[in-house]
């Protein structure tokens, strides 16, 4: 709750948003990490998310030294949320084993939407990531697959909302056009800015 206050408190005295973002993936994810929160999304980093796909709540996490693939979210495609250009990439990194964090930059993908907005994938699979910076990119195009480099720890997908990428600082996010889960089951229209542990999927499912 308190990542949400301070990107509503932030958005308001933020240059308006004006590209309209969908969310990256296909199918029902869940917020792991919101905005302002845990010891990555703060600082310059605050206005970030972190998803990874939803499974059975009794399904138990993968033991140390389980392959990649036994996580739900390595290899998963990676979508542009928006028209864009690639304006950085790197896809040379390695994926580290699992619950082990690498000190390298890791496999990534910026793409520019319009002037000061950007948005930044992380943790990307290592081999997947195929475009290069000035490669144009369509709304729901894969740009990479979900994965365990840099400093991810397991695999998931860390999206970053930008003004800046040099030096590379985030602004408050609005996410459009998807659904959350709610208590009572049912599906309903997203708030634009998901909160942890909520339930996501596309309006295009």
Known sequence: MIGILTTLIVAATTPAQVTRLSLPFDGIWGVIQEFDSGLTHVGYAAFALDFVPAQPKTTPAPQKG???????????PVLAPADGTVVRANGDARDWPAYRKGSDSGNYVILEHAPGEYTEFRHLAADSVKLGPGARVRRGQIIGRCGNSGNAGMPHLHIGFLSSIDPIITRPMRLDDYERAGT??????GTGFPAKNELLRPLRH
């Open 66 to 76: 389980a392959p990649l693939t036994a996580f739900a979210c390595y290899g998963r």
């Open 184 to 189: 009572d089951e049912a599906w309903h229209p």
